[in-house]
């Protein structure tokens, strides 16, 4: 029994095997721990030399009684049970601190074999799905018995995890029968991978000594129907939370909640797209006015650069909300690109850490970032987009061309990434996701038929093998220099540039090249902006 007369759940193992402090945290503020005695606290031994700005972000300014953090744990966090072990430590550590909401992903790679799963059910291939299905199935039941030391604990969680494979095998099966993958059913299989992960983060939480209840977020995150890319719905995700979340934090229980999905306001299970988790942890964030949301993932935090494409890339200490989204909508796969919208309101900041690497500072995200930062904050790239051409002497005369080009590829869905004019309205170049980009050629060619019938000369082209180079920077206002110190870094390594973009906001400049070039213009630039003392740099970097 815990201080409080509750029942603790027994620790397995060795008498001597490592354990962590056991912590209730009381609406009263009061905080009761208890700790076996022949425990060694890995807690204390996690944290114990650290500065104080490091990532238990609170630390000793927070009233434990309000004060409220969203941690969101990525799939190279729940990689293993080994990693699950350190992201336990990571929660055990933080709970003494604040309350806490834990949000994650699928195992690292789950969410790749079960759309793959989906997409040969549609395919017919029963084989695969069969194969992806067994290894899934082993995977997280290992996983359970390496982290679960009660036997019927352990049981009760293959159990559930059998249940969650077969319902996969269900839904492929109907799929495989009709030869027909709805976006409905897609969603469904291609969320499982949190639906499996969360119970067992809980359980082996729980296996520590600490309270935690595994939910989905289908009871939480309300969304429109957009499947594959849903769109959260505030108010009604508001509700919900204070509703389910807030008695559980009340009682001192951590709730372990699956990132990635939520559901329509008919209890319809929808995704937020790739990388969605982040998004989940933000909208929970927001919706529950938490003190501040924690990314925990596979890098020390929001770099000048992908680390692996660019390996001098140097952690960024403070980032704006701003520059961040630039650098995750143009690539920066370390936060989802909408992960930070539910919090422009509030304010929150987010942190980026390392649970591979706790004791590092990690970077916070905030309204406005640092105020010393200048110039360049960081660089990326986006690999699999294509460039369209619409234009050509015959294009003259043409009505309403950018009206009708941009209707037409908003009606296929190809989002347009990056867009170049020439002087006149006859020529105009943009950049899609390549997997669209056929697509969306094919429809510019038929909307754009009639006026093209009788000219002879190819008016629209696609380069299905570009890349896009991002320089992120919200004060690259009103510094000169940058885009031809970016040209000529290229130039120097002989790239050629087939297109520039420069918003009016001047927080990016986004360049197109050929993919093959990519990875030698981010290195070219990166050496340009934060190898040299430059102007340009934000001179924190090195
Ligand atoms: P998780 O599974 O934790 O969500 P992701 O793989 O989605 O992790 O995102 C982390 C990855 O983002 C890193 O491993 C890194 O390769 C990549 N990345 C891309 N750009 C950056 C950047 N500027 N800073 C840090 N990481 C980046
Ligand atoms: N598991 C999902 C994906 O791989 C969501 C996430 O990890 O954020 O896209
Ligand atoms: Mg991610």
Request: net charge negative; proline share 4%.
């Given at each position: 029994?815990?201080?409080?007369?509750?029942?603790?759940?027994?620790?397995?193992?060795?008498?001597?095997?490592?354990?962590?402090?056991?912590?209730r945290?009381?609406?009263?503020?009061?905080?009761?721990?208890?700790?076996?005695?022949?425990?060694?606290?890995?807690?204390?031994?996690?944290?114990?030399?650290?500065?104080?700005?490091?990532?238990?972000?609170?630390?000793?300014?927070?009233?434990?009684?309000t004060?409220?953090?969203?941690?969101?744990?990525?799939?190279?966090?729940?990689?293993?049970?080994?990693?699950?072990?350190?992201?336990?430590?990571?929660?055990?550590?933080?709970s003494?601190?604040?309350?806490?909401?834990?949000?994650?992903?699928?195992?690292?790679?789950?969410?790749?074999?079960?759309t793959?799963?989906?997409?040969?059910?549609?395919?017919?291939?029963?084989?695969?799905?069969?194969?992806?299905?067994?290894?899934?199935?082993?995977?997280?039941?290992?996983?359970?018995?390496?982290?679960?030391?009660?036997?019927?604990?352990?049981?009760?969680?293959?159990?559930?995890?059998?249940?969650?494979?077969?319902?996969?095998?269900?839904?492929?099966?109907?799929?495989?029968?009709?030869?027909?993958?709805?976006?409905?059913?897609?969603?469904?299989?291609?969320?499982?991978?949190?639906?499996?992960?969360?119970?067992?983060?809980?359980?082996?939480?729980?296996?520590?000594?600490?309270?935690?209840?595994?939910?989905?977020?289908?009871?939480l995150?309300?969304?429109?129907?957009?499947?594959?890319?849903?769109?959260?719905?505030?108010?009604?995700?508001?509700?919900?939370?204070?509703?389910r979340?807030?008695?559980?934090?009340?009682?001192?229980?951590?709730?372990?909640?699956?990132?990635?999905?939520?559901?329509?306001?008919e209890?319809v299970?929808?995704?937020?797209?790739?990388?969605g988790?982040?998004?989940?942890?933000?909208?929970?964030?927001?919706?529950?006015?938490?003190?501040?949301?924690?990314?925990?993932?596979?890098?020390?935090?929001?770099?000048?650069?992908?680390?692996?494409?660019?390996?001098?890339?140097?952690?960024?200490?403070?980032?704006?909300?701003?520059?961040?989204?630039?650098?995750?909508?143009?690539?920066?796969?370390?936060?989802?690109?909408?992960?930070?919208?539910?919090?422009?309101?509030?304010?929150?900041?987010?942190?980026?850490?390392?649970?591979?690497?706790?004791?590092?500072?990690?970077?916070?995200?905030?309204?406005?970032?640092?105020?010393?930062?200048g110039?360049?904050?960081?660089?990326?790239?986006?690999?699999?987009?294509?460039?369209?051409?619409?234009?050509?002497?015959?294009?003259?005369?043409?009505?309403?061309?950018?009206?009708?080009?941009?209707?037409?590829?908003?009606?296929?869905?190809?989002?347009?990434?990056?867009?170049?004019?020439?002087?006149?309205?006859?020529?105009?170049?943009?950049?899609?996701?390549?997997?669209?980009?056929?697509?969306?050629?094919?429809?510019?060619?038929?909307?754009?038929?009639?006026d093209?019938?009788?000219?002879?000369?190819?008016?629209?082209?696609?380069?299905?093998?570009?890349?896009?180079?991002?320089?992120?920077?919200?004060?690259m206002?009103?510094?000169?220099?940058?885009?031809?110190?970016?040209?000529?870094?290229?130039?120097?390594?002989n790239?050629?540039?087939?297109?520039?973009?420069?918003?009016?906001?001047?927080?990016?400049?986004?360049?197109?090249?050929?993919?093959?070039?990519?990875?030698?213009?981010?290195?070219?630039?990166?050496?340009?902006?934060?190898?040299?003392?430059?102007p340009?740099?934000?001179?924190?970097?090195?």
């Amino acid at each position: 029994m815990d201080p409080l007369g509750k029942t603790v759940p027994s620790f397995g193992g060795p008498a001597k095997r490592i354990t962590s402090r056991l912590v209730r945290l009381h609406g009263d503020g009061r905080t009761h721990t208890s700790l076996p005695e022949d425990a060694v606290n890995t807690s204390d031994i996690l944290f114990e030399d650290l500065p104080e700005h490091a990532p238990i972000h609170g630390r000793n300014h927070k009233n434990a009684s309000t004060s409220l953090r969203v941690m969101k744990f990525g799939g190279t966090s729940v990689g293993d049970a080994d990693c699950i072990e350190r992201v336990v430590e990571i929660i055990l550590s933080s709970s003494r601190e604040s309350n806490l909401v834990v949000v994650v992903s699928a195992m690292s790679g789950v969410t790749n074999r079960l759309t793959e799963a989906a997409t040969q059910s549609e395919a017919g291939d029963r084989e695969t799905v069969t194969s992806i299905f067994d290894c899934l199935r082993k995977q997280h039941k290992a996983a359970a018995v390496s982290l679960i030391h009660s036997v019927e604990e352990r049981n009760r969680i293959c159990l559930q995890i059998e249940e969650i494979i077969q319902e996969g095998e269900h839904l492929c099966l109907g799929t495989i029968l009709l030869r027909e993958l709805t976006l409905r059913a897609r969603d469904a299989i291609s969320s499982l991978g949190e639906r499996l992960s969360a119970p067992l983060v809980a359980a082996a939480l729980a296996s520590r000594g600490m309270e935690a209840e595994a939910i989905e977020a289908t009871e939480l995150v309300v969304t429109d129907s957009n499947h594959g890319a849903a769109e959260p719905q505030m108010e009604a995700t508001r509700r919900l939370c204070e509703g389910r979340l807030r008695p559980l934090l009340q009682r001192g229980i951590v709730p372990v909640v699956t990132g990635f999905l939520g559901a329509t306001a008919e209890g319809v299970l929808t995704t937020l797209g790739r990388g969605g988790s982040d998004y989940s942890a933000t909208i929970l964030g927001a919706a529950l006015e938490a003190n501040e949301v924690i990314i925990w993932t596979d890098v020390d935090g929001v770099l000048t650069a992908d680390p692996r494409l660019v390996s001098g890339a140097n952690t960024i200490p403070e980032i704006s909300y701003s520059e961040a989204a630039e650098l995750a909508f143009f690539g920066a796969k370390v936060l989802h690109q909408k992960a930070l919208r539910p919090l422009m309101r509030s304010g929150i900041p987010v942190w980026i850490c390392n649970t591979f690497a706790p004791e590092r500072r990690g970077t916070k995200i905030t309204p406005s970032g640092s105020q010393n930062s200048g110039g360049v904050k960081a660089l990326t790239a986006i690999g699999d987009v294509a460039m369209i051409t619409v234009g050509g002497p015959g294009i003259m005369g043409v009505r309403d061309l950018l009206g009708r080009t941009f209707t037409t590829t908003a009606a296929v869905r190809a989002d347009v990434l990056l867009i170049s004019q020439s002087s006149s309205q006859n020529n105009v170049c943009f950049a899609v996701p390549a997997a669209l980009a056929e697509c969306a050629v094919d429809a510019l060619r038929r909307e754009f038929a009639k006026d093209l019938a009788d000219e002879e000369v190819e008016h629209i082209t696609l380069n299905p093998i570009v890349a896009i180079i991002t320089v992120v920077g919200e004060n690259m206002r009103g510094t000169p220099g940058i885009v031809s110190l970016t040209c000529n870094a290229l130039s120097r390594e002989n790239i050629n540039v087939l297109a520039i973009a420069l918003g009016s906001s001047e927080c990016n400049i986004s360049l197109v090249v050929a993919r093959e070039d990519m990875k030698a213009s981010l290195v070219a630039a990166h050496e340009e902006f934060f190898a040299k003392v430059c102007p340009c740099s934000n001179g924190s970097s090195r």
